[in-house]
């Protein structure tokens, strides 16, 4: 089992950044896979970025790439996706999850845990 909680959200404004974190209970969390995702209102969900159980590989939705920067921290548990050069259409709640791979997966329907989400607002 893995139990998920995001932190860091917030308003901020456009060309701002934002720091979110996402804390995992559980001993099966550096055998995992972890990934980011937000829905804006009236959308539906998308991937954001996934990161490898090692750390070693990540990778980035195009919409994202060179702004944000996603890393993991084993030792504490915790995933984190760095935001930089926000845009108003980076608005959406943010959510990580976890899934039972090792590379990562930019498909929702592989992940198997998820967190509450994180409200993301960029003021233009």
């Known amino acids: 089992q893995v139990q998920l909680v995001e932190s860091g959200g917030g308003l901020v404004q456009a060309g701002g950044s934002l720091r979110l974190s996402c804390a995992a209970s559980?001993?099966?969390?550096?055998?995992?896979?972890m990934g980011w995702f937000r829905q804006a209102p009236g959308k539906e969900r998308e991937f954001v970025s996934t990161?490898?159980?090692?750390?070693?590989?990540?990778y980035y939705a195009d919409s994202v790439k060179g702004r944000f920067t996603i890393s993991r921290d084993n030792a504490k548990n915790t995933v984190y996706l760095q935001m930089d050069s926000l845009k108003p259409e980076d608005t959406a709640v943010y959510y990580c999850?976890?899934?039972?791979?090792?590379?990562?997966?930019?498909?929702?329907?592989?992940?198997?845990?998820w967190g509450q989400g994180t409200q993301v607002t960029v003021s233009s």
């Open positions: 990161i490898s159980w090692s750390g070693g590989s990540t």
């Open positions: 559980g001993r099966t969390f550096s055998r995992r896979a």
């Open positions: 999850a976890a899934v039972p791979k090792i590379l990562g997966s930019s498909l929702d329907r592989e992940y198997d845990y």
